[in-house]
């Protein structure tokens, strides 16, 4: 039996609408650049990350520092910040031994300010 909601995600037509097509296809990224996309929506995917990027936003800080204000060990933030560089969503600079992490540029804080406002409405 297929209830409402299955019956309005399913479309019955045989058309293919073929400028259609044509116009997104033009704009389309290549395969690599949609998985480096894919990947980087990843990273927001876990609770933890999120929490590190959500204080990120809010103040440079240390492993230690984000360690103590989330209740983790520095080992497990340090886990997380590494797939954090990786895709680019923060950054680190040394101050003598201390290391200290931002959020890697304007943007990062832009798709986060719009997640967290798109779930609070």
């Known amino acids: 039996m297929i209830n409402h909601a299955q019956e309005l995600d399913r ?3 045989n058309i293919i609408h073929s400028d259609m097509i044509s116009a997104v296809r033009a704009q389309m990224p290549d395969d ?5 996309l894919a990947d980087l929506f990843k990273m927001f995917a876990d609770s933890t990350r999120v ?5 990120l936003l809010k103040s440079e800080l240390c492993v230690c ?3 103590d204000l989330l209740g983790m ?3 497990a933030v340090s886990h997380q910040l590494r797939g954090l560089r990786q895709t680019r969503l923060v950054k680190y600079r040394r101050e003598g ?3 200290f992490y931002s959020l890697d540029d304007d943007h990062v804080g832009a798709i986060f300010a719009q997640g967290l406002q798109h ?3």
């Open 11 to 13: 479309c019955d037509c």
């Open 32 to 36: 690599d650049t949609l998985l480096d």
């Open 51 to 55: 929490r590190i990027l959500f204080a």
């Open 65 to 67: 520092d984000i360690a």
């Open 73 to 75: 060990t520095k080992s």
């Open 97 to 99: 031994k201390t290391v």
């Open 119 to 121: 779930v609070m409405e």
